[in-house]
């Protein structure tokens, strides 16, 4: 069927050319890029192929057409013609009047081909044990469950864990007079397929399974523009509608076959519910004196859910009557969104601007209080809160304050001053308000035509108001705690980029980001986030036919996080049982490509390569870390035993390609390219060795892991011009 | 910018990327990593999140008036409502993510555990110290790590479901 598919729309293309062959004065204009591929794979194929489909066999990687008609323009697209990963796409425009486009687009996600697991699944969002299995490996002894359980994953069949968005969406843009403008825009996603989930039935078993993915998101909007003037209006209309078909899951517990209390045959997981997202805004710019534009803008939306349902207590049935109903059986889950954004522009004179910006965000959750005053704990035992279970959602409210001014004296750079105030308030965390005090400076140098640079430094400084110990001691958290997107935080940030221009047609680019996050008060949690950014790089065209460019970058990450490990009682206060992790992430990645076209008036070659190596380490460390301590932690020999290293996270990803097109005329050309692909990985938890761990205890786990390819893929194409 | 070598936006260079690369380096190398958007492969460019040309939302976002807004525009199974949330996702998913990929499954900052050590660090099992002695024994480090039990870790509509493990 794929091949049919190829072959006729290659047809659909020779048309056009045959008739471009006979009106030479014809506007319809296109190409045609198809052939055959071959690979050679060694390893890991989902990760290799991931959101693209590169089965062997024919290919039509390409087909465009451009056509032009009584001042009306066509666009015809189409990519991997046939395949899981195929996108069509047309445009068309009148100039002054019309204009629009219509696209359909598939996105794979195939997250793993070696995937295993011995569930059934005959009904959509239920995952299945036989009765006998359950049975026969509740009646093991506890020494003998773990090697059952993974003797039953072993010899189960493998699947492929992938996922796949169809997107269809288009858009109209009609302009009645000059001065306005009216569009709308349609947009449906339909996703379909599975993705790793897990379900626990107390601290020692847990199962995975592949959880269903069924869900569609519809969107639209539409808007009106109108230009009167130095004014100009926009009004709009916002819908998203996220439709969700599977909203819980069942999953069978593969060491009881009935229920009990304290232990049930099988646990029920909720998944999201269907949403709806209607909203309207609008806009109105003004064109001011003295080169100044004011603008403002503003949004509001409500979303709600569609009629979500709160599962009951538990899947127990030797509990649920005692566990009893929910408080209520729907979520009624509702929250108001609304913005506002002024923006205030102006260039008065030559040396100086202003750009100032004034943003409000408000999300207002409206979800009714719940409450539970009782809990059954992994489907197993009904247990009574010390105090009743509260759920109230998060609300949100931003006001973010920016303003630049730019004086550009008459020499070679300009400087801003900037000042932003960003105040953010919440509810049910730990600071009822922070504020972050940001000053900026920037340094651009005006184009001299052989360098050019920009300077950016930044210092901001956030602080908390209405710290509320209570609920980090709600939640057994150590008062010390402070979440880091939250936390009191002093930040230092500096970038430079440097092009320099030497010689015609030859740019030298360098970069460089240094930032330095403090977390002042932090006792624990996120103690410092430090990162040193560089990049050199050269592009350069010496002839017409020849463009390279080569670029090398090194990236450091580093950060510590402070904690204690403690048991409630004395270890909880207990500072010699206080530990770190420092994390680092090293990162080297070099892109290089070299293009020679018309090589003797045929040959187009094109040459890339990419590298990336990554080495992510996570020292523990018992006991103070100097000078990233908190001067005023008690410092106290450590108690714990010293911790085993864990092994550093490395990924190396290398790509090449050579693509060589021998162009035999104007219409016809052939081609042949290769491609090189190389992924190297070591990771504790997710690699071919951690895959060894995964067979510990009575867990049934999926096998998704991660793993090393190697891949050469050769393609021959003919290229049919028009 | 404007001597065209791409196919459509009459950009400077064959590709979104490639020209954005030109200042924002480091956000292109990210596109490399294990985890990551399928940019790389063709299915995205930096426009469709980022309008350059200017946004009412921050970080010149496409949609929304929020990076949570953002995010969901797309990933609409994360927008809620939730019975039970988990405040960051609500705040700003890139707390926890670096959409622009990272060597971590799932795009996320920091490998499990250590991510949500970053702020759980209560009483008996979160607050231990998963060396490589448990990494062969503790489904709390292997595998997926903490999400393996709290799979509902965005929210939860299950009454149970204030840990998000139901």
Known sequence: MRHYTALALLLCALVPAAVSAQETSSSNTGSVDLGVRGSSLKGDAARYERYRDLGDGLFLETFRWRARSDGWYFVGAADHVARGDQRYRFDFAKPGLLKGWAQWDQIPMLLSRTTRSPYSTNLVGEFRLSDAIQTQLQGLSTAARPAAVQALVNGSAMFDLKSKRHSAGGALEYLPTPQSSLKVALKQTYRDGSQPSGGSFGHSQVVEFAAPIDHTLTDFEASAEIERGSMLFRAGYTGSWFKNDVTSVVFDNPLRATDISGTPSSGRLGLPVSSTQLGVNGMVSIKLPRKSRLTAYATMSTLKDDNGVILPMTSNTAVAVAAGSPERGTLNGEAQISGFNLNFTSRPSSLFSVNARLKYYDYDNKLPTFTATKKVAYDGNVSTPASPLHAEGFSLTRLNLDADFRITPKGPAALTLGYGRYSDERTHRIYEETVDNVMRVKLDTLSTGVISVRAVYEHAQRRGEGFDVNALIHANEQPGMRHFDLANRDRDRFTVIASFMPVMNWALNVSSAIGRDDYLASEFGLRDNNHDVYSIGIDGTPSEKVGLGVSYSYEDYRSLQRSRQANPGVQFTDPSRNWATDAADKVHSVIASLDLTDLGDKLDLRMSYDYNRTRATYEYITGAVADRTLPQEAIVPSTLPTPRALPPVKSDLTRGTVDAVYNINKRFAIGVSYGYDKYEVQDFTLDSQAQQTLTAGNNMLLYYTYAPYTAHTTWGRIIVKW | ?166
């Not at chain 2, 405040?87 to 990929?101: F, K, L, Q, V, Y």
């Open chain 2, 1 to 166: 910018m404007h001597t065209p070598a791409s196919e459509k936006g009459q950009l400077k260079k064959k590709t979104q990327t490639e020209v954005c690369a030109s200042c924002h380096r480091d956000k292109a190398s990210k596109v490399d990593r294990s985890g990551h958007m399928p940019v790389r492969e063709g299915k995205m460019e930096c426009s469709t999140c980022h309008n350059i040309h200017g946004s009412t939302n921050v970080k010149l976002l496409r949609k929304g008036d929020s990076v949570a807004d953002s995010c969901v525009s797309c990933h609409a199974d994360k927008r809620g409502p939730f019975l039970w949330e988990h405040a960051p996702s609500r705040d700003g998913c890139t707390t926890c993510h670096d959409p622009h990929g990272a060597a971590n499954d799932r795009m996320l900052v920091a490998k499990p555990p250590a991510l949500c050590q970053r702020c759980h660090i209560a009483t008996r099992h979160p607050s231990t110290i998963y060396d490589a002695g448990l990494v062969a024994t503790s489904v709390r480090v292997f595998a997926r790590s903490c999400v393996t039990c709290h799979s509902t870790i965005h929210g939860s509509n299950h009454p149970a479901g204030n840990m998000f493990v139901r």
